[in-house]
C-alpha cells in the first residue's frame, strides 16, 4: 500500500447453528465490520462506532493481534498504519462479532503482507483461532455455509441461492459465548446424538430445496442447545411460540445468543420486524438480509482538497 492509498477491508456478521445445525452452519447477514486502513509511523485504531471505545486502540486491539499472528505465521512483519473501524455487529449478542474481527485480521495481514492467501488458506486459520468454521466461514464465503473442523482440516461448503428474510431480536442485555456455552452438557447418549444428527441432516435438505415449513418444523426439534440454552434465554420461548403467527416459518438463537433470529419469505422481513418489536419493546428487531458475498477487500486512492 503506498503513501494516499486507502485499504477498505468490509466483513459481514452471521449467524450461526439455526438451531440444530451446532457449530457447523453459518449464515453470513448483511451487517458489517469495516476497516479503512491507511500507511502511518505507528499503529493507531480509531474507532468511529460508539460502541467499539471499549476496546483498545493500539497494537494490543484484537483484529491487529490477529493480524500480527497471521503475519507472523508466514514470517512476515505487520507495516504500522492507521486504521478506522466501524461496525453494526451488535457485540456479543450472537451475531459474529468476534468472527468478523478474526476474519478482519486475517484479510489485514493477507493485503499488508501481500500473503496471497487462498480463501481455504484463510478460512482454516480462521477456524483455528475460532474453534469452528461456522461464523468465520460465513463471514469469509457469505451465504449458507456447513462444514466440519477434524484438528487440522477444515471442509466447508457454501451455498448462495436461498432466499429469505431474517429478522433478528436483539436484547440489549449481552451474553458471553463462555457463558452460553457452561449450560450444555459434557456428554451425549449415542441415541441422542443419532437424532440430533438426522434433525439437522433434514433442515439443511430442506433450506436447500425451499422446504420452509420442514425447516422450522427442524430447527425447533434441536436438541444440541436450544433446550439447555432456553433456561439462560427466557425470550426464545416465547418469541418461538409468536413469530409463526407474524410470517415466520422458523426461529432459532443466533449463536451462543441472547439475539434470536427468525426466518420469513422474501419481503416479509419488515412487517414481521415491526409485529415483533411491537411485542418486544425492550429489544431492537432488524430485518436483515443474506450476505451473499463474503468479506471483500479493495484499496482506495483518498482524494485531499485544498482549501
Not at 63 to 89: F, G, H, W
Not at 126 to 138: M, R, Y
Request: net charge negative.
Amino acid at each position: 500500500m503506498s503513501d494516499g492509498e486507502m485499504l477498505i477491508i468490509k466483513v459481514p456478521g452471521s449467524s450461526a447453528n439455526l438451531g440444530p445445525g451446532f457449530d457447523s452452519i453459518g449464515l453470513a447477514l448483511d451487517v458489517y465490520l469495516t476497516l479503512e486502513v491507511e500507511m502511518a509511523k505507528e499503529w493507531e485504531v480509531v474507532p468511529l462506532s460508539e460502541e467499539l471505545n471499549v476496546f483498545p486502540k493500539d497494537e494490543t486491539n484484537y483484529i491487529l493481534q490477529i493480524a500480527k499472528e497471521t503475519a507472523e505465521k508466514y514470517n512476515r512483519r505487520l507495516p504500522a498504519c492507521r486504521m478506522k473501524v466501524k461496525s453494526d455487529i451488535p457485540l456479543a449478542r450472537g451475531l459474529g462479532s468476534s468472527a468478523a474481527a478474526i476474519v478482519a485480521g486475517i484479510e489485514l495481514a493477507n493485503s499488508l503482507c501481500k500473503l496471497h492467501l487462498t480463501k481455504q488458506e484463510k478460512l482454516e486459520w480462521a477456524s483455528k483461532i475460532e474453534g469452528h468454521p461456522d461464523n468465520v466461514g460465513a463471514s469469509l464465503l457469505g451465504g449458507l455455509v456447513v462444514g466440519c473442523q477434524l484438528e487440522d482440516e477444515v471442509s466447508v461448503e457454501s451455498f448462495h441461492h436461498l432466499e429469505m428474510d431474517i429478522v433478528a431480536v436483539i436484547p440489549r442485555e449481552e451474553l458471553l459465548t463462555k457463558n452460553s456455552r457452561g449450560v450444555l452438557p459434557k456428554t451425549f447418549s449415542y441415541e441422542n446424538a443419532v437424532q440430533a444428527g438426522a434433525i439437522g441432516n433434514v433442515m439443511i435438505a430442506a433450506l436447500l430445496n425451499g422446504h420452509y415449513m420442514q425447516v422450522g418444523k427442524m430447527m425447533k426439534q434441536d436438541r444440541y442447545h436450544h433446550p439447555y440454552r432456553k433456561k439462560i434465554v427466557p425470550h426464545l420461548q416465547v418469541i418461538e411460540e409468536l413469530a409463526s403467527d407474524f410470517g415466520a416459518f422458523g426461529v432459532a438463537l443466533s449463536g451462543a445468543g441472547p439475539t434470536v433470529v427468525c426466518l420469513t419469505e422474501k419481503g416479509a422481513g419488515i412487517d414481521l420486524a415491526k409485529s415483533l418489536a411491537d411485542r418486544f419493546p425492550e429489544m431492537e428487531c432488524r430485518s436483515l438480509n443474506i450476505e451473499q458475498a463474503g468479506s471483500s477487500v479493495y484499496f482506495t486512492r483518498q482524494i485531499c482538497k485544498n482549501i
